[in-house]
């Protein structure tokens, strides 16, 4: 009797993880859905070169896929160790997308990296988590990819509004002296 009521236990203990895991997955099918499955994608305004980290597979691949098919060059790393080779093997990123929370670091973590060795490095946050505060734009997944491209032409052209301020700050101080 004990043997028949322990096998009965463990099947449905069985059962339910295989209930939560068909749950997850069905979740996740959905979040990459709405990524993939909205409008069609317009060609950027300017091309960027980005760092894209997010640990998990699916997503990466389908914000890089996207981000290149836009026209931008896209670095896909899976977590802050294969960002940082990337970073120095010299590669100069113009922007960094980064997940919040990564299975070994975090999106904070990454991103201060980045900016000590390239300081002008813009950074847009993406999480599942609502309601986070990282210091910078935070994009809440799941997102369509025309909220990520006018994320990334608002960062960016920000970029270009604060490089004008200060070449316009330089030549006023040339003309002071």
């Known amino acids: 009797i004990n043997l028949a009521r322990t096998r009965g236990s463990s099947r449905f203990a069985f059962e339910d993880s ?18 993939i499955g909205s409008e069609p994608a317009v060609v950027a305004k300017r091309a960027y070169t980005i760092l894209l980290v997010d640990d998990d597979p699916e997503v990466l691949k389908v914000i890089s896929r996207f981000l290149r098919r836009v026209g931008h060059q896209v670095f896909a790393c899976s977590g802050f160790e294969e960002a940082q080779v990337h970073l120095v093997n010299g590669i100069n990123p113009d922007l960094l997308i980064t997940d919040i929370v990564l299975r070994a670091s975090t999106g904070k973590r990454v991103a201060a990296a980045v900016k000590q060795l390239s300081p002008s490095t813009r950074v847009i946050f993406i999480s599942g988590y609502g309601n986070v505060s990282v210091g910078g734009p935070v994009l809440q997944k799941p997102f369509a990819p025309h909220e990520l491209t006018s994320l990334v032409d608002e960062v960016m052209s920000a970029e270009a509004e604060d490089e004008v301020h200060d070449e316009s700050v330089a030549i006023a101080r040339k003309k002071l002296h």
């Open 18 to 35: 295989a209930r939560l895991v068909r749950e997850r997955l069905a979740q996740q099918a959905g979040r990459i859905a709405k990524m």
